[in-house]
């Protein structure tokens, strides 16, 4: 088992997990000197691309923004999003899982659903590929974006999906947008960390969207905090930008080369 597996695991019920978005180089090398894990998440389609669905997000932009997102990664547990009918059986799964660890020298790879997914996974897992799961909204798949475990029913096929995806191998499972008490009973019964987005403190860890932790985004989903404004600095910087080269005050000698 690969050793910062190992370390995430341990950390159950001992220390919060910190996971965070990452799709480029320079802002996973900040991100890497506070988080335990950087997922690239197809979410990259509708924060850099302003796609509509995830289902857009293609193998190719996840392997190139993982390249890149690899090269300011050296602490972190590296995780990549496998995008949308990239996993519909077994075979397809494991080629493709198989072609991302390879070409983008990530840790592991993340896969959305629960039952109908088991054997995929344990395919995975049996060719030594790390898998962590997804439960609860299913951006990939899902119409609606509600929070999950609103009835007894769901809140039941959550719980066993986590069960058995806990089962077939995974070592950690994302509960995206699950009712408070279902995300707690979910961390407490299961032994391998759950990693929340809009799922209460309960979970074992958090993840957020970059982009709209920096205030980089416009996002206001009730679960994002924002803990910087990006938006009103980058604007700042560039109004200074022009107006000193509209007045000539950039740029100066000792910023040009003299013979």
């Known amino acids: 088992m690969n050793k910062k597996i190992k370390q995430i695991l341990?950390?159950?019920?001992?220390?919060?997990?910190?996971c965070?978005?990452?799709?480029?180089k320079n802002i996973a090398s900040i991100l890497d000197k506070h988080c335990d894990l950087i997922l690239v998440?197809?979410?990259?389609?509708?924060?850099?691309?302003?796609?509509?669905?995830?289902?857009?997000?293609?193998?190719?932009?996840?392997?190139n923004h993982s390249k890149s997102v690899r090269l300011g990664v050296k602490k972190?547990?590296?995780?990549?999003?496998?995008?949308?009918?990239?996993?519909?059986?077994s075979k397809q799964a494991l080629k493709n899982a198989k072609l991302v660890m390879k070409k983008t020298k990530c840790d592991a790879v993340k896969l959305e659903g629960g039952k109908k997914i088991i054997s995929i996974i344990k395919t995975l897992v049996k060719n030594k590929i790390p898998v962590m799961g997804h439960l609860g909204i299913l951006p990939q798949t899902d119409k609606k974006?509600?929070?999950?475990?609103?009835?007894?029913?769901?809140?039941n096929k959550i719980l066993k999906d986590a069960k058995l995806l806990e089962s077939s191998g995974i070592f950690s499972v994302v509960l995206e947008c699950v009712e408070t008490k279902l995300a707690k009973k979910i961390s407490k019964q299961l032994n391998i960390p759950t990693i929340g987005i809009g799922?209460?403190?309960?979970?074992?860890?958090?993840?957020?969207v970059i982009d709209d932790l920096i205030g980089l985004s416009e996002n206001?989903?009730?679960?994002?905090?924002?803990?910087?404004?990006?938006n009103r600095i980058i604007n700042g910087a560039v109004k200074r930008?022009?107006?000193?080269?509209l007045k000539k005050q950039f740029p100066q000698k000792k910023h040009s080369f003299v013979n």
Request: glycine fraction near 4%.
């Open 20 to 24: 965070l978005t990452a799709y480029s």
């Open 41 to 63: 998440g197809d979410s990259l389609g509708s924060v850099l691309y302003n796609y509509k669905s995830t289902k857009e997000v293609t193998l190719d932009v996840m392997i």
């Open 10 to 18: 341990k950390k159950k019920n001992k220390s919060k997990l910190i």
């Open 76 to 89: 972190s547990l590296m995780v990549v999003d496998m995008p949308y009918n990239t996993y519909r059986n």
């Open 199 to 208: 799922s209460s403190a309960n979970c074992d860890g958090q993840v957020l």
């Open 241 to 245: 930008y022009k107006s000193e080269v």
């Open 145 to 155: 974006f509600v929070f999950k475990g609103r009835k007894i029913d769901e809140r």
């Open 220 to 230: 206001k989903f009730r679960f994002v905090k924002k803990y910087a404004n990006l």
